[in-house]
C-alpha cells in the first residue's frame, strides 16, 4: 500500500471523527480508504484515470453519512 498525503478541511476531520466515534469506523485512514472505494464504485470507472478533488471527496463523504 502506498502513502499519499491529502489535506481536508477541519470541518471533514470532525465529521470523520464523529464516525469514528460511533464506531462506524476504526481509524482516519480507513474511513477515506472507504470513501474512495466508494466513489470509484460510483463513478463506474474500470480502465480510467480517476480524478478525485477534494470537494467530490467531501460531496461521497456526506452523502453516505446521510444514507
Not at 481536508?8 to 480507513?30: A, V
Amino acid at each position: 500500500m502506498e502513502t499519499v498525503q491529502i489535506r481536508l478541511t477541519k470541518n471533514m476531520l470532525n465529521r470523520i471523527d464523529e464516525l469514528i466515534k460511533i464506531g462506524e469506523y476504526p481509524n482516519r485512514s480507513e474511513a477515506i480508504r472507504d470513501g474512495v472505494r466508494r466513489l470509484i464504485e460510483h463513478r463506474g470507472t474500470s480502465n480510467e484515470v480517476l480524478n478525485v478533488s477534494v470537494r467530490d471527496l467531501q460531496r461521497f463523504i456526506n452523502d453516505a453519512r446521510k444514507r
